[in-house]
């Protein structure tokens, strides 16, 4: 706590040596009332979860593996601009903490040097018309070295300390100026909505402005990523002139 420099987010932390994962945690504590700001952390997670139902490895001791409870007053169709909002926030949070230049692969991978170091997995508890509460898991591999990599992993995958010559970092430094980024993100959100922080994600993204190659459930689509909508949908200028939306998909 002696650390922290938020007013809400982080002020309740529940800290578990060993969980499932630390979405389940939080999902229940959310359905029991727990405030906003409510975070949960784990030493290790026996079943990580990431995004489109893969397994995310969260090794004891070496990484940050958590989940932070929000409620902000909006219809459940703008909770992925949360999403978009934390992948800015941990970017800028992992370049404040280490000095390391971090970027954004969409949706939400944060790579440096082109490999991925952090990802952001965002569920929500719901009314049709109102959102009760957003559960955003950041996983952030911050202090595994070469060998706590499997080997097919390590051209893709890196942590913190690996691009730092191996040297390591404090994660309740990393864990901090994280939280205090998403904080001051939030309000601005709540305040003035989501223009800024759609601005701010496009200029930390790797993928906009290149040539990508885009892998849906039910198709292939290369062309130019010309920048996101308001909804974080990708927008893919293809070589005939037509503009694709992609809202779920693997890029190269
Ligand atoms: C992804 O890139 O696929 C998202 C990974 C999200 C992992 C984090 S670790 C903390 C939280 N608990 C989980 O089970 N998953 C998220």
Redesign the pocket.
Known sequence: KARLHTKKMGHSIIYKKEVT????VAHELARNGAEEGTVVV?ET?Q??????N?E?H?PSGTGL???LILRPDVIPQKAPQLTLLTAVAVTEGIMEATGIQAQIKWP??ILIDDK?T????TEMQSEPDRVQAVII???LNINQQAEHFPAELLTKATSLALENDGTTFQRADVISAILKRIEQWYFHFLQYGFKEIRKRWESLAVTIGKEITAVTMTKTVSGLAEGITEDGVLLLKKQDGTTEYIYSADID
Request: proline share 0%; glycine share 18%.
């Open positions: 994962s630390t979405q389940e784990a997670q079943k990580g979860k990431g995004r489109l893969r995310w969260s593996w958590f989940s939400n991978d991925k952090a990802g952001i997995l898991g950041i996983g």
